[in-house]
C-alpha cells in the first residue's frame, strides 16, 4: 500500500535563483534543450540585465544539482544562489 503523502515531494515546486555566466540569445537557445527536458517548458527563465544573469526556475528542488551539473557539462557557469 502506498502512502498518499509520499508523493508530497515530487509534487512540491519552489522558485530557485540560479547565477549564470550566460551573456546572449544564443547561449540560451545552447542551454534551453536541457532546461525543457529537466525543468519543464515555460517553467524557466533568464534575466540577462542583471548582474548577475540570473536563470529562474519552478521546479521541485532536487533537480537544482543534476541542472547545475548539465548547464555546466555544456561550458556554462550556474550556482544556486536561492
Do not use: P
Request: glycine share 4%; net charge negative; hydrophobic share 45%.
Amino acid at each position: 500500500m502506498i502512502d498518499a503523502t509520499s508523493n508530497v515531494i515530487t509534487r512540491q515546486k519552489e522558485i530557485s535563483i540560479f547565477k549564470t555566466n550566460l551573456l546572449q540569445e544564443n547561449e540560451i537557445q545552447n542551454v534551453s534543450i536541457i532546461l525543457n527536458l529537466i525543468v519543464g517548458n515555460g517553467k524557466w527563465n533568464f534575466d540577462l540585465e542583471d548582474i548577475d544573469h540570473i536563470l529562474r526556475i519552478h521546479a521541485n528542488t532536487v533537480v537544482n544539482g543534476f541542472l547545475i551539473k548539465e548547464i555546466e557539462k555544456l561550458g556554462y557557469k550556474c550556482e544556486e544562489l536561492f
